[in-house]
T-cell receptor
Framework: RKEVEQDPGPFNVPEGATVAFNCTYS??????FFWYRQDCRKEPKLLMS???SGNEDGRFTAQLNRASQYISLLIRDSKLSDSATYLC?????????FGKGTSLLVTP | NAGVTQTPKFRILKIGQSMTLQCAQD?????MYWYRQDPGMGLKLIYY???????DKGEVPNGYNVSRSTTEDFPLRLELAAPSQTSVYFC???????????FGEGSWLTVV
């Protein structure tokens, strides 16, 4: 089983839609969880950290379920500028493990 | 705000040549990393360092070497370049293994 698994998509949604991404991780000892965003031919950038109690940043909501080893990202009122690849990131000992990413395309 | 700086941004190498990708960070981070990302694929860890003088292998270290003589710098050396090393290379740093990781802009390498 891979350390971090994500549905690769692509998710094609119209502007204004709500879309959810899921991620599972294998290391039950993991302590830190993040969602990163990567635009085409660019470096990954932090979107938000994921906290045990769940957290929200504007249109973005992240949830963590430690029992099921599951992380989610919800994007409300999608914008064209949200089109990107979203990477689920989980720490495992010495480094962060990155999922392969979920591709999102928001269309007019 | 320099953050993590990588050079060069683009490079074409011939098979068998060697080169060094430079990486520097000005955030006084202890941890530094080198990842590679092949087209349409996820990031794979090549090498990492938890502090000056300490380096260790990641998931895909073969064909690469690193050094960490200072906190700021973490160069990646490619010896005897092979076409399989054609990829985008990202250097990154973080304060610790549980903190946010910051990336450089990437180095696009083609081996022909």
């Amino acid at each position: 089983r891979k350390e971090v698994e994500q549905d690769p998509g692509p998710f094609n949604v119209p502007e204004g839609a709500t879309v959810a991404f899921n991620c599972t991780y294998s290391n039950s000892a993991s302590q830190s969880f993040f969602w990163y965003r990567q635009d085409c031919r660019k470096e990954p950038k932090l979107l938000m950290s994921v906290y045990s109690s769940g957290n929200e940043d504007g249109r973005f909501t992240a949830q963590l379920n430690r029992a099921s080893q599951y992380i989610s990202l919800l994007i409300r009122d999608s914008k064209l500028s949200d089109s990107a690849t979203y990477l689920c990131v989980v720490n495992s000992g010495y480094a962060l493990n990155f999922g392969k990413g979920t591709s999102l395309l928001v269309t007019p | 705000n320099a953050g993590v700086t990588q050079t060069p941004k683009f490079r074409i190498l011939k098979i068998g040549q060697s080169m060094t990708l430079q990486c520097a960070q000005d955030m006084n981070h202890n941890y530094m990393y080198w990842y590679r990302q092949d087209p349409g694929m996820g990031l794979k860890l090549i090498y990492y360092s938890v502090g000056a003088g300490i380096t260790d292998k990641g998931e895909v270290p073969n064909g690469y070497n690193v050094s960490r003589s200072t906190t700021e710098d973490f160069p990646l050396r490619l010896e005897l370049a092979a076409p399989s090393q054609t990829s985008v290379y990202f250097c990154a740093s973080s304060y610790s293994s549980v903190n946010t990781i910051y990336f450089g802009e990437g180095s696009w390498l083609t081996v022909v």
